[in-house]
């Protein structure tokens, strides 16, 4: 790591975290119903991992409905204080990255002109050239088919933070040095121990952070 490089990463999910709502989980729910009633049980409950549930739903979707998938997202809304939050980290020069188990091109579009304030987004691509959608992760685990904790070590920074809310941040948050969580991510938690930060919105992870960072100087 050069004298450049940043010294602290902010982590982020997107489905149900940046995403006011589990957009991820709605369009499976939506594209594939009869697959997503299946498998999104069998996931929650650590039955069946992400990598072969995402991979069976993925792939159960025709790829000529890509198109509708897109426009699906862009009718989700951001968590509220998402820009507030990445002003305070810009002016700490802390970079914000998107890590999702869900496509890069629904981050895309539902982040629109945030895309240029992400340093990274890391997801699941799409191979539409078939029949159904071909799913592909530059980056797959033994259970994940996003492996965030990899990701996050790729990184090569010891002072982290992640941002999540579901079964996808599970590992990453058991890892991070400091996490905050909502939703099913809490018990998740709670069962294993792990101390979080809970939020709802992103001005609560602001708020948190202003308090916890008071004394340090720009970290970048």
Known sequence: MTDTAPKRI???????????????VAMLREFTPDVA?????????LTLTLREGV?????SIPSSRYPEVLEFAKTKAIRPGLVELLDFLDDRQVPFVVISGGLTGMVETVLGDLNSRVLAIHAVDVDTSGEYFQPRSSCEGETEFVAKVEIVKGYGVEDWVAIGDSVTDLNMAMAAPLVFARHRLCQYLDERGKAYEPFETFFDVLDRLKSLWSGDVCLG
């Open 10 to 24: 902010v982590f982020c999910d997107f489905d149900g975290t940046i995403t006011a709502e589990e957009t991820f």
């Open 55 to 59: 991979r069976q739903m993925l792939e």
């Open 37 to 45: 009633a299946k498998l999104m049980p069998q996931i929650y409950d």
